[in-house]
């Protein structure tokens, strides 16, 4: 799937995880009973990864934090990844010619989160799950999406949901809230270099417009937020099926769904699709479509 040739000299390549990855033990906590107990509040973010109907969420201002989380949800390995400054975040089957891999944040490229596998040494795109450097160079995992909703938004849909919240540990009460404030201000922190690592940036959009990305291999595709929001529902074609972009019921992210099949709440009904910053998904995706230009 790679869809720009990885430049490695403007790549940020470390060797050990540039943040402290959550290693998620068991299948979380009833998310009601965080709530209720003052863990968490109900505008809190969250990201909620589904697979086969069963569904676990993650707290945004700790995965803000980490950008990598790890664990088995019904006896199956998952991964999810994310990065603070673009938005973007996907989960994936960390699996490659049946072998288990893991997962830090070991890198920057484009701007964006980098990941690095414990196994092998080599790199990842977060947003398409592609070996971009390394041994495995061409594998790709299995995508699916993080739909990100608010504590009131997911027990609303959910009333069941779990969460897995990591143990606070000292970096994330120190460096948690600057790590919040650069990610919803659009900024990039100083010191980690990463205007070096960014290709040429599409100007039709400002960097860090926020909108849904959609893609496949055929076809990658950006709608703001702004249209999403003004229009209602945009009824759209992607990759030849029919396709409904709105805004969540909370009415605060944007979400798609296919309307040749019933809707029933599972991934298996999406195009696999992503809430991000336009930079990530542009840069990502060199010459994307943008919703509104005739393609």
């Known amino acids: 799937m790679l869809f720009t040739e990885f430049d490695a000299a403007r790549a940020r390549l470390e060797k050990k995880d540039l943040f402290r990855r959550f290693k998620v033990k068991g299948e979380g906590e009833p998310l009601e ?3 209720a107990d003052g863990k968490m509040k109900e505008q809190d973010e969250i990201l909620v990864m589904e697979r086969g109907g069963r569904r676990l969420a993650f707290s945004v201002a700790q995965i803000d ?3 990598v989380a790890e664990g088995e949800l019904d006896g199956q390995p998952y991964m999810i990844a994310y990065c603070n400054i673009c938005h973007s975040g996907t989960s994936m089957v960390p699996v490659v010619d049946g072998a288990v891999l893991h997962f ?3 890198g920057i490229y484009n701007g964006l989160a980098l990941l690095g596998d414990d196994e ?3 790199y990842w795109n977060h947003i398409t799950g592609e070996c971009l450097h390394g041994q495995l160079k061409g594998e790709q995992m299995q995508l699916f999406p993080l739909e990100r909703t608010t504590v009131r938004g997911g027990l ?3 009333p069941n949901l779990h969460i897995a919240l990591s143990k606070p540990h000292f970096l994330m009460r120190l460096l948690g809230p600057y790590v919040r404030f650069v990610g919803k201000a659009g900024l990039f922190p ?5 205007r070096d690592t960014m290709g040429e940036l599409d100007e ?3 960097e860090m417009t926020s909108g849904l990305g959609i893609f496949n291999n055929r076809v990658q595709r950006f709608y703001t937020v702004r249209d999403i929001a003004a229009r209602g529902i945009i009824r759209d074609e992607f990759s030849g099926r029919p396709i409904q972009v709105q805004m969540d019921e909370e009415g605060a992210y944007p979400k798609a769904i296919y309307t040749d099949v019933p809707d029933d709440g599972t991934s298996a009904n999406q195009p696999m699709q992503l809430y991000c910053r336009w930079y990530g998904f542009s840069l990502t995706f060199t010459g994307c479509e943008l919703y509104g230009e005739k393609h």
């Open 190 to 194: 100083p010191g980690f270099g990463f």
């Open 104 to 106: 830090g944040a070991r």
């Open 156 to 158: 609303k849909r959910w």
């Open 33 to 35: 009973q965080v709530l």
């Open 204 to 206: 039709r959009l400002p």
């Open 65 to 67: 934090f980490h950008h």
């Open 120 to 122: 092998t040494g080599s």
